[in-house]
């Protein structure tokens, strides 16, 4: 949550005088993405009537050899209708420009807001914006294979040591047994596209019961359809740090998605397994995230112990936490 | 830079509708003050057209029983013209609501960047804007009384001691004596007025030459109109941390404020003593910051040498200073 360059009035205004879309008006530095920093643009617009965009800089954590994917994926998927904000190409045609050795690219502002405290005709709109991202997205041509396998996250879990997970909660060592556990009864051979993989309720734009965007592509991989519906589950199912199951958000969030794409019996099989990974890769990399985040720092580390009881609960109700409401 | 209070969508769209602004479409905390959390919200307008506001919540550092000073102060000076944002009050009447605990304020967006390589005619206009807003706040019965007068900067800056100021820079214990030059010969018959008393080229919003907003009030006190004038010009006439004079900035600021407001002979004559006692301020602000934030913390400091740099130019350079451009 913060903004780490300082980008002065007269270089944003020669930045944006690189797109079509009218002299720069407003820019207001955002506290959203924790790898970028992003900017509310106002300008003038084509037609003076006035235009909103956001402009990321890419700073860290991001290779920027991959942009070309993610935001390419997003014209990709606008194009064909989805809810996601397509990039504003410059009038070179490009989607990605260099300001003081740094990537950016102008993104189109999508309205919404996101809920905090979903209700189910909210878990089912995002339900069926993730399948149509899934059924749009599988002529994508662009490739990205997904580094946060099981096998990558258990391997994060390893270098984090015992001793180290028992330091954050003495009940996280735990962790390690579990994703010993899931490893081999991975499933491979499941239906693919290319998945957001982060569906948190952080990257959704609501307005009402409607969505207005899915945001942060920036774990977008190949992957398997079932488990980018697992992550979502696991993301948005839980109150009270993961101690409760909500029901019916989970059940409309799984009505959604199969109102817009049938899960095959082998995916819906899968699902306690696929929804532990989800489980597994979260508690995974909060713990490496606390351990390298002083305590004194300004910036809030996220408990690890959240995903852990979710986790938990996935293993005890297996096929009946995914049960229709 | 922060936004240190989370607010969820839902709560946010409660609080919109206390006011007749239209249904809540977005809000974005943004990176802005250091003592507020800040939101740029959109809603849909009471003409359904569209509308966009700051939401500020008071969270630090201001004392809530002064808020309404500073709001009311904002709507005297919109309703007689100037450009600063007026505040939008609710259903009830109220600038002023209570979220969570918090005093929350709803005010207008304005458009508008803040140059960081000012142009003089930017100066000028910016000179024009802050005697407007001196001429018109003469009737204005709110009531505050500086607290950052040189005997309280004078007394901040012992409270370091010359000990920890020669840590941040060998050169910094040299303000102590300085300070002590300056309180004696501080005038205190001169013209008075509310003042805003911290307008730096972040707290001023321009499209090209226009000033579209005047912001952040919230150091706005009684005072000499000069003084004010005289911070301006510290602010807004150097380059390089304070090492380079910009005499052409300098002489259209004091031209432009003189074009709506002359200033009287001994206020002419007093520029360079006020100068000084700006400089002394935000030395001592910086340095208690300085010394108050742990070096390894995410917060920036600004380093106080900046406006030592400033004080000697003024000391040297007397009414020369301050001569047209």
Redesign the interface.
Known sequence: ???YTAL???S??ELIAAYDVGE?????????GVSNSNW?I?TRGRDGAGARFILTMYERRIDTAELPFFLDLLDHLAAKGCAVPATIHDRSGDSLRDVAGKAVALIA?L???????PTPDQARAVGEALARVHLAARDFPGQRRDRLDPAANLAALERCGADRLAAIDPALPEALALARDITPRWPVELPRSIIHSDLFPDNV???GKRVTGLIDFYFACEGMMAYDLAVTHAAWAFRDGGATFSPGIGAALVSGYEAVRQLEPEERAALPVLAQGACLRFTASRAEDWLDT?A????SRKDPMDFLRRWQFYRANGAAAFADG
Chains 1, 2 share one sequence.
Do not use: N, R, W, Y
């Not at 720069?24 to 959203?32: H, P, Q, T």
């Open positions: 949550m913060a903004v002065g009035a007269e944003l205004a720069l008006v407003s820019a207001k530095g955002i506290a959203e509310l106002e502002f309205p919404g807001v996101s809920p905090s405290v734009l609501m307005l002083p004194q720092a300004q910036v």
